[in-house]
């Protein structure tokens, strides 16, 4: 019996600022095998479909299970993680493209810094450092803990910036993730005492007004989180937070 | 754009579609439908507006500068998205590249037809049923005019809704699944009396 083959079509970029161009690669299918096999398999046998020896297709991951997010990429047109894109589930052939809205470095991985920029200006956790020791915090009530937890499964992979129209190069929103994480930090009992801090950071430019309510984050979004509920509420919140600071403050 | 505006620019672009320039469409649209009681009842109507105290501040302040914010900042917003719909086929993703392309369109439409009717009337023309008949008198101009109303409608529908998510009015999935069978009521309803009101002026 002739060997199983799986066909792949990568979009590849020598450097930052290289011309993108496709290669195709026929390599050996093994049983359960994802993404992240198959290009692995490529690294240790560096051979393009023409059979020509090419240099290893580059790309990024880590834990393998669906909760470091460094393995984005776009896969049959479509923003996830390599890790849970199984081959068994995936048409082929099996189209690999790196998500170009943000810097490509090499290949298949990107520079997700931006949305590590985003979280710092959102000033997405919770200050609890001082000189002293400032005893335990308040109690969080357990259903809110509930829903809160959900947020706090965003691991910053940024499929819902790929997915949105509105993150591009000519826009500088800071796409939907970073309203979610502000949602997360103003719920928290101890985060709540800098909520305005968070609140003004989603009012400038490049926030929460430049959502545009295609709501393609929530439908992309792996870990579920819902995105659009986070973006309205905060609307709802910076609303408010605008209204009190004009008329009382 | 001005530095540090996006947010107040938004949240305006917002408010300005429903109040004024929704209650103007719906406004218009209505005063429009007197039509279908004939060209007398019409006319009456266009009188009673025209005799509004300071009508042309009025005009102004509650219709040319709103719709001319709203314009120019959409085309700003409508031209910053990179739209795509083929990868993403959402019924939201869907609205949100019609609401751009009905805003265009409905920018031309409207151009237009302030061009047909108040700068004539500005010019020494007299807006009545015989004006909007004439018009109408001309096949292209009802295509024209069918395209333009459904898609100002449209944009309007379809905007109500962004503003209930825009102000934080409906949050969760459930409350906007409703907000969209609302409006498309709105849309279906509205579009009705603007097509009607122009079938009254096809001779």
Known sequence: MAEKLIHLIITRQDSPDSTPYKEEFKIPYRPGMNVIGALMEIQRNPINAQGQKTSPVNWESNCLEEVCGACSMVINGKPRQACSALIDKLEQPIRLEPMSTFPVQRDLSIDRSRMFDALKRVKAWIPIDGTHDLGPGPRMPEVERQWAYELSKCMTCGVCLEACPNVNAKSEFIGPFAISQVRLFNQHPTGQMNKHERLEALMGDGGIGDCGNSQNCVQACPKGIPLTTSIAHMNKETTKHAVKKFFFS | ?203
């Open chain 2, 1 to 203: 754009m001005a530095k540090g505006h996006s947010f107040l620019s938004h949240k305006l672009h917002s408010l300005l579609g429903l109040f004024p320039i929704g209650l103007f469409l719906l406004f218009h649209l209505t005063a429009n439908y007197q039509a279908t009681r004939g060209a007398e009842a019409f006319n009456q109507t266009v009188g009673l507006i025209e005799n509004v105290p300071l009508l042309l501040v009025v005009e102004f302040v509650f219709i040319y500068i709103p719709i001319l914010f709203h314009a120019v900042y959409g085309l700003y917003i409508a031209f910053q998205a990179k739209h795509n719909v083929g990868n993403f086929g959402y019924f939201r993703n869907h609205m949100f590249l019609w609401q751009r392309v009905t805003g265009i369109i409905t920018l031309i439409f409207i151009v237009w037809h302030v061009w047909e009717t108040r700068i004539q009337k500005a010019l020494g023309a007299s807006v009545d049923f015989d004006m909007m008949a004439n018009i109408f008198s001309s096949p292209a101009m009802i295509v024209f005019y069918t395209i333009g109303i459904i898609s100002t409608v449209f944009h309007f529908s379809n905007g109500l809704w962004s503003f209930l998510v825009h102000w934080g009015i409906t949050v969760g999935p459930r409350s906007q699944r409703v907000a969209t069978y609302l409006t498309m009521v709105v849309f279906v309803v509205v579009t009705f009396i603007g097509l009607r009101a122009m079938s009254a002026f096809i001779l």
